[in-house]
């Protein structure tokens, strides 16, 4: 992980510009300050994080009105947001949309005829048959 690492830089622009937007990832890579930001990218998918959500709810927090530079603000939150534990796991980050349409699912198969024999199959499978 480091700043010497042009595909590294990379990904850590493209976490922002998925995070915030192209634009600001582009200003914030011209900041000298970049290089830090980037290893506090970098070091949130090492650490199981969800690099792309953390970027977003760490730049939503609070406005950068009086911020000299947004990258040296944003470095000290993502600080604060993994050492209060707000950073985001990465198997958090579920689709909202998805996950309605999985529960839609799971609760119309709980209601299927097929369904309810096999989990009363299976719930009797381990009693006599008479109690079941």
């Known amino acids: 992980m480091g700043q010497d ?3 590294e830089e990379l990904v850590a622009a493209q ?3 998925s995070a915030v937007g192209a634009q600001v990832a ?3 890579r011209a900041d000298p300050t970049w290089p830090a930001l980037q290893t506090r990218i970098e070091q949130l998918a090492v650490d199981g994080l969800d ?3 953390t970027v977003r709810a760490a730049y939503e927090w609070r406005p950068f009105t009086t911020a000299q530079s ?3 603000v944003m ?3 993502l600080d604060m947001f993994v050492a209060e534990g707000k950073a985001i796991p990465a198997e ?3 689709d909202l949309d998805e996950q309605a349409s999985l529960d839609t699912l799971r609760a119309a198969s709980a209601h299927a005829p097929e369904t309810q ?3 009363r199959m299976t719930h009797c499978d381990s009693r006599p048959l008479r109690s079941c």
């Open 75 to 77: 470095t000290w939150r």
């Open 92 to 94: 958090a980050n579920v």
């Open 117 to 119: 024999t096999r989990q």
């Open 15 to 17: 976490t922002v510009a």
């Open 51 to 53: 690099a792309v959500a």
């Open 26 to 28: 582009e200003d914030w």
């Open 5 to 7: 690492q042009p595909g």
């Open 70 to 72: 947004d990258v040296q």
